[in-house]
């Protein structure tokens, strides 16, 4: 595991900076931005929310991720020289010269952003994060903190629903850094999945900068790559205690291998040397740390029993194995086969670590792969996942937009002919509703100015969805979603690590509703408008389709 390093917070913001510098953006913020200031309205005060519209891969939540990201790319928001120059070559030779000035002299300091807490299990349409400032700058912002947003939620949520359909009881691996949608995609992935649940990650620079604990095996073309025992060098082995004179391990293992294939009826002649060399060499270079692939030829035939004489060897030398691996076939059938045998050789050769020894399979593993290993019986202790994990194949995006929703003190909405692109008016506050068991129930929208709900009294509300139908509801408990985390140009929350981050989405994950919690058809979480704020949307939405009126006045 890679120890948790002193300057973590340093190394992030720098990543962050070189990740994500202000220039990564679409070309349309900086002309609405240009427009704003030639306007005379770059400093007017605007609200932006950000949320998603539906909950990802068919299920019943999301979680929120990408906060910490989000922060320290506002802390260090600036134009260079050199980016203002670019700007200046590809806008409009026409552009005032004065606004690359004023793009050289912005920062964040006139932003305000308040957000639920990273970890969160937050639900479709309600605002995730409130963005306020100066209207030029909040716009320039969007791109980037979508792109923040975005991805890392998702893998979040995805991650999180491979822990829910493996159970407590399996750990899962991260390994799908190959696969990503390249190095930024793929590091993003290792990060948000042990956020989400995933206990390792193959990805060493992941394990670096997040203190992710980090695990490997060896591939195929390692294996295949030998074809005698002539090639393992050195082909002596010291003991762990004891007596330190050289142990000859080839021949301390062919004695073990033919013992074994004694034991199990194998023919010794199907044995692949390659293969006995190449975990040879593996074991004599790491004694502590055994795991080989064992299916690159044949598992029963030849892996295994090479693995159990190898793994035999390594015990008498006073080393314990870890394991194997199996990539490829029916992987539940063939883990019952190896546990068969490693608790025989367990028996036989009185060793009775050989009994404990982990399983790890892997093998194009998705969310619907991990629900068949529970409805089988295995013995695969360790899953490791990769494709479809990082790519979150089932759904490639989230989905978030960012929307104003106020200007000027005036709050604005988006009247579209698809209701479900309309956006809800105004600066809001956003209020999570506790059943008597403790389980959240109901997420309520209701305008800033307004009192806040209180545990134990009724209240009437609007249900997204449901028309105008109202509701009334009696909260047990009542808390605040939002908290502010970035002012004046500095954040004003601590950043949290990846474990303290892991460990809050179990704690909000274990408090959600198992109804709203299964992952094949859930029921739909309830998010509601108060009283006040539906008044507004209906009012705004009646003033808009009589906004035409401006044509007729003089």
Known sequence: MAAPRGDTCGLLERSVRARVPPLLTDLYQFTMAYAYWRAGRHQEPAVFEL???????????????????????????????DDVEFLRSVLPPTTDPGFFQFL????????????????????????LMEVEGPLAVVQLLETSLLCLMNYASLVCSNAARFRLAAGSGRQLLEMGLRRAQGPDGGLTASRYSHIGGFDLT???????????????????????????????????????????????????????????????????????????????????????????????????????????AVALSLCELGYKPLGVRLDSG???????????????????????????????????????????????????????????????????????????????GRPTMKISEDPEKSTIPGRKAVYRLIDPEGHPFLDLLSLEAEPPPEAGQQLKCFPLGC???????????????????????????????????????????????????RLQEPDSYTVALSEKLHSLVMELQKSGSNDSSFLLAN
């Open 202 to 308: 193959s990805n060493v620079q992941a394990g670096f900068l997040f203190g992710i604990p980090v695990a490997g095996t060896m591939a195929h073309s390692y294996v295949t790559s030998f074809t005698s025992l002539e090639e393992v060098c050195p082909q002596t082995l010291v003991a762990a205690k004891g007596d330190l004179a050289p142990v000859d391990v080839i021949s301390l293992t062919k004695g073990y291998l033919r013992r074994v294939c004694e034991l199990l009826g194998a023919e010794p002649g199907r044995i692949r040397e390659g293969e006995l060399a190449a975990f040879l060499s593996y074991a004599i270079a790491y004694p502590c740390n055994f795991l080989p692939v064992i299916d690159s030829y044949s598992v029963s035939c030849s892996g295994l029993l090479n693995f159990c």
């Open 330 to 408: 029916d992987l539940c059938r063939q883990s019952l086969e190896v546990r068969r045998v490693l608790r025989l050789c367990s028996q036989h050769f009185s060793i009775t670590d050989f009994d404990s020894l982990i399983i790890v399979g892997t093998n194009n593993i998705s969310e619907k792969s991990i629900a068949e290993l529970n409805s089988k019986e295995n013995e695969i202790s360790v899953v490791g996942v990769g494709t479809h994990l990082v790519t979150c194949t089932e759904q490639p995006s989230l989905g978030c937009v960012y929307k104003l929703v106020e200007v000027g």
């Open 467 to 517: 028309g105008d139908s109202p509701a009334s509801v009696t909260p047990a408990q009542v808390s605040c979603l939002r908290q502010e985390v970035f002012l004046k140009g500095q954040v004003t929350q601590p950043l949290c690590s990846a474990a303290e981050t892991r460990a809050k989405v179990q704690s909000s994950l274990q408090t959600l509703h198992p109804r709203h919690k």
């Open 104 to 127: 050289r002299d912005l920062d964040c300091s006139g932003v305000t952003l308040r957000s639920v807490p990273e970890g969160t299990v937050v639900f479709a349409r309600v605002p």
């Open 51 to 81: 949320f998603f519209r539906d909950n990802p891969f068919g299920g019943g939540f999301s979680l929120l991720a990408g906060l910490n990201d989000c922060l320290l790319f506002l802390r260090g928001f600036r134009f260079s020289a």
